[in-house]
């Protein structure tokens, strides 16, 4: 019998070999290994924070696809909608080191992986109704046309059923065929979803808006129902469908290791905390702390905090 979840979420996931020096990759010489991907940071999030978590996916029958169903099981996150394919390899990335607060190198080996092959046969009914939240992101929606659809019907699922639903944009212009298809895939998944999560430059690039609260009202005058608007180290911007808003101040972090991941941290702050019925002031606040938490140590998901680390 199917447990019951509190989120599902659909990804790609890639073993990342993360260079243990700083300088040019091309001269590194060693590695640390890690398993990274926008949505299963954000169930491995959720998942420490004690919610039960599904990850749906596909990954090969090779070693990096095992290693990613052991970290799996490692951090409790549920995965009976894992496929795992023989036809084709788990992707892979490897990411610079570096100590000066900046963006990592990161280059990716991810064509035609097992992920970029999902599809709505990977939508089992039986599994996402067992969900009361979906958490979507705009990485999976760029690996294929297949994927997007999955996306699409699991959305539409789930807004029939009338479960909620967050959408982080997460733009990766580089695997789509131009940026007006996805702006156009992109906004069509937004507009399925209560709650979007775009940053500043995002959200101007989805909307043609230049302030938070342009962007905001270009989703909400569509049916969303709260849109927080990430904008840096000013912290972020929130408005709802019943016109409360306002800003939420930044933790302040002084030294800054990876900032990889600190997207995913602020949704995993405000998805747990809209699902537990906090106010949206407070589950702005705990994605920013949550945010903070993730730049301040190296790895993409190593400074997602457990309950007990949150509660200190």
């Known amino acids: 019998m199917q447990k019951r979840l509190d989120v599902i979420t659909i990804g790609e996931a890639m073993t990342m070999f993360v260079a243990t020096e700083t300088g040019d990759l091309s001269h590194v010489e060693r590695f640390i290994k890690r398993v990274a991907g926008a949505e299963l940071n954000v169930a ?103 994927s997007w659809a999955l996306l699409d019907h699991a959305a539409t699922n789930f807004k029939a059923q009338g479960k909620s639903i967050s959408f982080d944009p997460n733009l990766r212009p580089v695997l789509w065929k131009s940026e007006a298809e996805m ?81 995913d941290g602020f949704a995993v702050g405000v998805i747990s905390a809209l699902l537990e019925g906090k106010t949206l002031q407070q589950a702005v606040a705990r994605g920013n702390h949550i945010g903070s938490l993730a730049i301040q140590v190296q790895g993409d998901s190593e400074g997602l905090p457990t309950r007990n680390q949150l509660s200190e």
């Open 44 to 146: 491995t999030g959720l998942a420490r924070l004690g919610l039960n978590v599904g990850w749906v996916s596909r990954v090969g029958n090779d070693s990096f696809g095992q290693y990613v169903l052991d970290c799996l099981k490692k951090e409790g996150i549920d995965s009976t909608g894992v496929t795992l394919d023989d036809r084709y390899p788990t992707g892979f990335q490897v990411k610079s080191k570096v100590d000066n607060g900046t963006d990592p190198i990161v280059e990716y080996f991810r064509k035609g992986s097992a992920a970029s092959h999902l599809s709505t046969e990977d939508f089992s009914p039986g599994y996402f109704s067992s969900a009361r939240h979906l958490h979507l992101s705009g990485v999976a929606a760029a690996l294929s046309a297949s």
């Open 183 to 263: 702006v156009e895939k992109l906004n069509h998944l937004a507009f399925k979803a209560d709650w979007v999560l775009p940053g500043l430059k995002e959200g101007t690039i989805l909307t043609g808006e230049t302030t938070p609260e342009g962007i905001a009202d270009f989703y909400l005058e569509r049916g969303v129902k709260a849109v927080i608007v990430k904008i840096g180290a000013d912290g972020a911007w929130f408005k709802t469908s019943a016109s409360e808003q306002g800003t939420v101040p930044a933790v302040h972090v002084d030294n800054v290791v990876d900032t990889v991941g600190a997207g």
